[in-house]
T-cell receptor
């Protein structure tokens, strides 16, 4: 079945530094890879996504890279700010309209 | 305008009781979901409905029964509540268009005592 491993589970960075979160998936048919951000007590919200025909996508301070051969994808946040502190989830979708989430990474940005 | 709304937001109940959570979306999406988020923040899919038809049913105890009266509503009924059912339950909806973005409701925190 589908399995998404996410690392690290917790990450603490100094404001202004970069943060990188990595996910590995098992289903070679996976073709859609979104990232969600969940602030404390709030709902998860999409921040960026990438499809299997693209290797990298960037949106201001966040970027996602995808390596289909190695079956892993990563979220990169540059110039981190305190408001980036949240739990981040990767996810993958193969078929059947089912989005499977990673185990989450709690990011803390120290001011 | 709330895109995906759930009620109630908080639910505290005793073991053995039956409870329901309601969800409505006004985005015109065809597909709706229920996700369970436990105390470790794991987000697990439970059910998915496409245009009132059940399409995903994960290994969820049959005490959990979803019902979709129309494509804008997906309710979750839970019978004989157990301590392990305590979690935040998120409803979500999605359009199978270009983005594939999943829109979540605010969540319903269920506490079973």
């Amino acid at each position: 079945g589908e399995n998404v491993e996410q690392h690290p589970s917790t990450l603490s960075v100094q404001e202004g530094d970069s943060a990188v979160i990595k996910c590995t998936y098992s289903d070679s048919a996976s073709n859609y890879f979104p990232w969600y951000k969940q602030e404390l007590g709030k709902r998860p919200q999409l921040i960026i996504d990438i499809r299997s025909n693209v290797g990298e996508k960037k949106d201001q301070r966040i970027a996602v890279t995808l390596n289909k051969t190695a079956k892993h994808f990563s979220l990169h946040i540059t110039e981190t700010q305190p408001e980036d502190s949240a739990v981040y989830f990767c996810a993958e979708e193969s078929s059947g309209d089912k989005l499977t989430f990673g185990t989450g990474t709690r990011l803390a940005v120290r001011p | 305008d709330t895109a995906v709304s759930q009620t109630p937001k908080y639910l505290v109940t005793q073991m053995g009781n039956d409870k329901s959570i309601k969800c409505e979306q006004n985005l015109g999406h065809d597909t709706m979901y229920w996700y369970k988020q436990d105390s470790k923040k794991f987000l697990k899919i439970m059910f998915s409905y496409n245009n009132k038809e059940l399409i995903i049913n994960e290994t969820v105890p049959n005490r959990f029964s979803p019902k979709s009266p129309d494509k804008a509503h997906l309710n979750l009924h839970i019978n004989s509540l157990e301590l392990g059912d305590s979690a935040v339950y998120f409803c979500a909806s999605r359009d199978r268009g270009d983005t594939g973005e999943l829109f979540f409701g605010e969540g319903s925190r269920l506490t079973v005592l």
